[in-house]
């Protein structure tokens, strides 16, 4: 059955981990940029990771890192990939993976003049950077940076990278079926769509996600078998 992967990030509380975790989540993200709102600690990060189990991937999101920033936040929280949200080069980023030896993910903003070709461009740039890239992370383009709770115009997505991309932006249990079934991403990240207040996340809202998701998954199966029998 087709199984739409699940990011829910900006965790800073153990209660918002445990329900993140409850709810069936497969990825967790903890934000490493000092301006964010949801900003966390190495140290804080460390103990919110220890108590997530085995097999749900830990994120770190950073925003123009050094390469001794990130090490020093893996020699505490030790995530096991790395979210690079800033104005970071394929070099820059090849080289701070490489220090950590941790796959990445880079995070394209998408304008409303973005074209298909430039995604395609853009994929192609970083895989061939690094072999520890491991896909993009597509974002509404806003004047800075971090999640701005908005969503980019998802056409824009080329059909053909669409089953390897993190769709992120303005996304919330109201639109979570649409844009899974429109899209049909590898996997979808979301932020202030779980949100009770900026950082705080809220335990139903996850949950109504995750299930929104799964509703679109089983969609997409139904409509995949309908089409082999015919």
Not at 78 to 97: K, R, S, V, W, Y
Not at 115 to 144: I, N
Request: aromatic share 8%.
């Amino acid at each position: 059955m087709h199984r739409t992967r699940i990011k829910i990030c900006g965790l800073t509380r153990p209660e918002d981990v445990r329900a993140a975790v409850a709810a069936g989540a497969d990825a967790l993200g903890f934000v490493f940029y000092p301006k964010s709102p949801r900003y966390v600690t190495p140290s804080q990060a460390g103990a919110l990771m220890a108590a997530v189990p085995p097999f749900i991937s830990t994120v770190a999101l950073f925003v123009n890192p050094s390469v001794d920033e990130v090490q020093q936040v893996a020699a505490v929280a030790p995530f096991a990939q790395l979210q690079f949200h800033g104005d970071e080069t394929a070099a820059h980023c090849a080289a701070i993976a490489g220090a950590v030896n941790r796959p990445f993910l880079r995070v394209f903003r998408v304008k409303p003049d973005t074209s298909a070709a430039d995604l395609l461009e853009y994929e192609h740039q970083y895989r061939s950077a690094s072999r520890l890239f491991s896909g993009l992370l597509l974002d509404t383009y806003v004047d800075a940076y971090g999640g701005a709770g908005k969503v980019f115009d998802w056409s824009l997505i080329p059909k053909e990278l669409a089953p390897r991309v993190v769709l992120s932006g303005g996304l919330s249990v109201h639109n979570a079926i649409d844009a899974v079934a429109g899209v049909r991403p590898y996997a979808v990240d979301i932020s202030s769509g779980v949100e009770q207040s900026k950082g705080i996340k809220d335990a139903r809202k996850i949950a109504a996600f995750v299930a929104a998701v799964r509703a679109a998954d089983t969609t997409i199966e139904s409509e995949n078998t309908h089409e082999r029998r015919t």
